[in-house]
């Protein structure tokens, strides 16, 4: 499953994401894991959940980062919920082609029963077809 949190810049989408995490944190079994675009420290987010964050690894593109989210999975079978936050304003990447990731973790989230949470920047009535389906 897929859930995006979309809004424009400065509307909340991170405090939004780390205030789920953390409350996920008390009907979570598995591991939680929490992927960053920014470099800023996240001090709201509870130690328990894993803080990955982009810049400390060479990832480029949308398709580098599926593979590095590939590797996540792998590296732990255990993670139940991955919020994915900052991914189009780090990898400089537009809001049409976010599709095929999309796709793709949603074959993930269907493979390994994770539940995914992803900020997007932009306006919610204005999003591509594609998108409007995560919407929550």
């Known amino acids: 499953m897929i859930q995006a949190v979309v809004g424009g810049k400065g509307t909340g989408k991170t405090k939004t994401l780390v205030n789920m995490a953390n409350k996920a944190l008390g009907d979570t079994r598995g591991e939680i894991?929490?992927?960053?675009?920014?470099?800023?420290?996240?001090?709201?987010?509870?130690?328990?959940?894993r803080l990955i964050r982009?810049?400390?690894?060479?990832?480029?593109?949308?398709?580098?980062f599926y593979g590095f989210l590939n590797g996540i999975v792998a590296?732990?079978?255990?993670?139940?919920r991955i919020y994915i936050d900052g991914l189009l304003e780090f990898l400089k990447e537009d809001?049409?082609?976010?599709?095929?990731?999309?796709?793709?973790?949603n074959n993930i989230s269907k493979k390994f029963k994770i539940k995914f949470t992803i900020a997007i920047n932009g306006d919610p009535d204005s999003v591509p077809a594609f998108l409007k389906e995560y919407i929550a």
């Open 95 to 105: 809001l049409a082609a976010v599709g095929d990731l999309l796709a793709d973790i």
């Open 33 to 49: 894991v929490f992927i960053s675009g920014e470099k800023r420290r996240m001090v709201e987010l509870n130690y328990k959940v």
């Open 75 to 80: 590296q732990n079978y255990d993670i139940e």
């Open 54 to 64: 982009l810049q400390d690894f060479d990832v480029k593109d949308l398709k580098m």
